[in-house]
């Protein structure tokens, strides 16, 4: 009786995995042995019972071999006999065992790398390899399964966390591809086009270093069940990034690192396998240069030209002050609507706030040489007026002053503004590491 309960137990219960079981049915059978004092015939009974119904369970799911004369319909029929696709290779027999995941990735298109919406799109091709023994066989090189017989199979549960939208292609069919190997190797291999989020750190835009990722993990097998890990092979690195697939013109092309380690979620006391790559993403100033600095140079500029209007034309330069400082608040408006709503500086904010200034200085200026001027018409047309010398300085030579101290101040802030943001901003040597 327990022996007939250890074979329903590891054997009729599960019909898959035979050779597993085949091999507790005989440590059982060892130890039931070593423990019987007596041995009779009621004992050579039961073992002689114990070897057949062995070797017919080891029968059951034995390695299918494609015989010459027959068709590849009823290879495949008997390759997939009692084939389970909802129970991971791992869990055959008593001793469950890891299921080891090699990933891969394709990058065929990068791009909409989004400031505003702090995302980025990515088109690959996403591959797995792992081995089930439960699809061994002998006598055919490759097992190809395209569109729905791809369901057939276990696959891992790999999801992405960071991922916000996604997109399968099924033009002409689905994009899937799986392959079976005579050893028992399984190749997945899948065209995917996602959305991932990217938290992004603004504060030395625009010539900052984005750090965006991709995080794959398994949904609901942990680290004792499933891993993930990178697939290493002879010169050929597991992420392989094409030269055409970099399609956003604001960035160069990124310095990739991956990263393998395990995860864990509140409330649960599991850890789950996780991997990870990470784009460096270096941003080209060129654009922002001609939409972004070169209109708050040019109204810069042209702010200063009320220093060489006459203070006697009151309107002209008080048109140029007012007229200047609403073109840079409006030109800030419209870079404002295209980022982010964060609570820090960046450092366009404080070029937009110098720009401001320098702008506002001149219309100070125009107010301290007109006051100058009037005072100056005050003291010519009445002989009792109390003379107020500021220094001794005249409009026409606060003017004068001003026409070459103002823009020598705002080159000398241009100097080191640009030196302090190349330098720091562009060679992070935190973000800008060696690829591992």
Known sequence: ?????????????????????????????????????????????????????????????????????????????????????????????????????????????????????????????????????????????????????????????????????????????????????????????????????????????????????????????????????????????????????????EFGAPIIQIKQESVNYGGTADRFSSIKIFFLLKRRIGFYLLDTYMPFVSIVSVSWSSCWISAEAVPARASVGVVTVLSIVVHNAGIQRRMPHVSYMKALDLYMIASLLFVMLALVEFCASHYLYSQELLRHNSENYKKVCFGCITSNKLDCISRWLIPLAFFVFNVIYWTFLVTLGSQNPHILQKQT
């Open 1 to 249: 009786r327990r022996v007939h309960g250890t074979i329903a137990k590891y054997v009729l219960h599960r019909p898959l995995c035979m050779q597993r079981y085949a091999d507790i049915i005989f440590s059982k059978l060892f130890s039931f042995v070593t423990r019987t004092k007596q041995v009779n015939v009621t004992t050579i009974l039961v073992l002689y019972w114990l070897l057949q119904l062995t070797f017919s369970a080891t029968s059951v799911r034995s390695k299918v071999i494609f015989e010459d004369d027959e068709s590849y319909d009823n290879f495949y029929k008997r390759l997939f006999y009692e084939y389970n696709p909802e129970h991971d290779p791992g869990h055959c027999g008593k001793n469950q065992s890891k299921t080891v995941v090699n990933v891969s990735l394709v990058i065929a298109s990068f791009s909409r790398v989004s400031v505003e919406k702090m995302e980025f799109v990515v088109g690959m091709y996403f591959a797995m390899e792992w081995k089930d023994p439960r699809l061994e066989y002998e006598g055919y090189p490759k097992v190809n399964l395209i569109g729905d017989a791809t369901s057939k199979v276990w696959t891992p549960d790999a999801f992405f966390p960071n991922e916000k939208d996604g997109f399968i292609h099924k033009v002409t069919k689905s994009n899937l591809v799986i392959n079976i190997f005579p050893n028992g190797s399984v190749f997945y291999n899948q065209r995917l086009k996602v959305t991932f989020s990217c938290l992004m750190h603004l504060h030395w835009f625009p010539v900052d270093i984005q750090k965006c990722p991709i995080f794959i993990e398994s949904y609901g097998h942990n680290v004792n069940e499933l891993e993930l890990q990178w697939a290493f092979r002879k010169n050929e690195r597991p992420v392989i990034f094409n030269k055409e697939a970099m399609q956003s013109p």
